[in-house]
């Protein structure tokens, strides 16, 4: 079993930056690719970003592809990320999540992912 929280989120105007963190329980953390997922009221889970086990490789969302970096710490069992120029479309709940199967190509559905935090709740304003 790996547990997983997610920290970091708040209310932000829009242009504003906030980083998200997400702590993986588990002494074989660097064994997991992880990926970070949003879903919006009324709307379905959408993929955000997703980092390989080393860190090597890295898929984002084409609507977050250049304002949001995924990033992972292996020494702190740690992932963040990085969202920058938000605006108020990324209103919305962010998960990280825990993919135990692959190991350099991360999943990008969300059936893939083993493990799922809480959540954390990001608001955008106008």
């Known amino acids: 079993q790996v547990h997983v929280v997610e920290s970091g989120g708040g209310l932000v105007q829009a242009g504003g930056s906030l980083r998200l963190s997400c702590a993986a329980s588990g002494r074989t953390f660097s064994s997991y690719c992880m990926g970070w997922f949003r879903q919006a009221p009324g709307k379905e889970r959408e993929f955000v970003a997703a980092i390989s086990r080393d860190g090597g490789n890295t898929y984002y969302a084409d609507s977050v592809k250049g304002r949001f970096t995924i990033s992972r710490d292996g020494a702190k069992n740690m992932v963040y990320l990085q969202m920058n120029s938000l605006k108020p479309d990324d209103t919305a709940v962010y998960y990280c999540?825990?993919?135990?199967?692959?190991?350099?190509?991360?999943?990008?559905?969300?059936?893939?992912?083993?493990?799922w935090g809480q959540g954390t709740q990001v608001t955008v304003s106008s």
């Open positions: 999540a825990v993919d135990r199967d692959r190991i350099n190509i991360p999943a990008t559905t969300a059936a893939n992912y083993d493990y």
